[in-house]
């Protein structure tokens, strides 16, 4: 198993511009999720999916969307980037929605928005 | 609301040494809590975990934390500290209102001398 992929790992946007954060686990994990990191803040949810077309927000869900047609796959889209986007995002997946279980996390996209 | 908090942003210690991380929580009801590391340029990884029973949880890499209900803290601890755990530690919390949605605190930084 892969386990929790991300692409790209870098990205330079300008603001206003456009793109998808890719996200995939091949463990066939119902739940998924996406996280921002920034200094001194932790990580903070963006938002979640419990299952494929189901998708609800997290505690900053502002200028993102997401959508989750298959199972495995789970993008981020930033519609029109903003200086405050610069961050780390990470991917989440667990099998399951309970608290027992355990998340796995991808290794990160690293964003900077000029 | 729950909330976390990790009082020591960033924490020295020389190798050999021990530790302990402090992690305190806000939560009405029974937490579901964790610890995660991320070392530089990684995603996280679960050393820990603690739902209920022996309030003493033993993790990976030698690592064990403490639940103290009285105190509200779940603080991590290793005896004997190596330089490969040079990482950003961050203790997390699970609601039980939505158990995957997980409320992380700020993370504590752990540098080691040799």
């Known amino acids: 198993n892969a386990g929790v992929t991300q692409t790209p790992k870098f990205q330079v946007l300008k603001t206003g511009q456009s793109m998808t954060l890719q996200c995939a686990q091949d463990?066939?994990?119902?739940?998924m999720s996406w996280y921002r990191q920034d200094p001194g803040m932790g990580l903070r949810l963006i938002h979640y999916?419990?299952?494929?077309?189901?998708?609800d927000q997290g505690e900053v869900p502002n200028g993102y969307n997401v959508s989750r047609s298959t199972t495995e796959d789970f993008p981020l889209r930033l519609l029109s980037a903003a200086p405050s986007q610069t961050s780390v995002y990470f991917c989440?997946?667990?099998?399951?929605?309970?608290?027992?279980?355990?998340?796995?996390f991808g290794p990160g996209t690293r964003l900077l928005v000029l | 609301a729950q909330s976390v908090t990790q009082p020591d942003i960033h924490i020295t210690v020389s190798e050999g040494a021990s530790l302990e991380l402090r992690c305190n929580y806000s939560?009405?009801?029974?937490?579901?809590l964790f610890w995660y590391v991320q070392s530089p340029g990684q995603g996280l990884q679960l050393l820990l975990k603690?739902?209920?029973?022996?309030?003493l949880v033993q993790g990976i890499k030698g690592f064990e934390a403490e639940f103290k209900r009285s105190q509200s803290s779940f603080n991590l601890r290793k005896p004997s500290v190596h330089w490969s755990d040079a990482a950003e530690y961050f203790c997390?919390?699970?609601?039980?209102?939505?158990?995957?949605?997980?409320?992380f605190g700020p993370g504590t930084r752990l540098s080691v001398l040799p």
């Open positions: 463990m066939n994990h119902e739940y």
């Open positions: 999916s419990v299952g494929a077309g189901i998708t």
């Open positions: 989440a997946s667990s099998s399951r929605t309970t608290r027992e279980e355990t998340q796995y």
């Open positions: 939560y009405g009801a029974t937490p579901y």
């Open positions: 997390a919390v699970a609601p039980d209102n939505y158990g995957q949605n997980f409320v």
């Open positions: 603690y739902f209920s029973g022996d309030t």
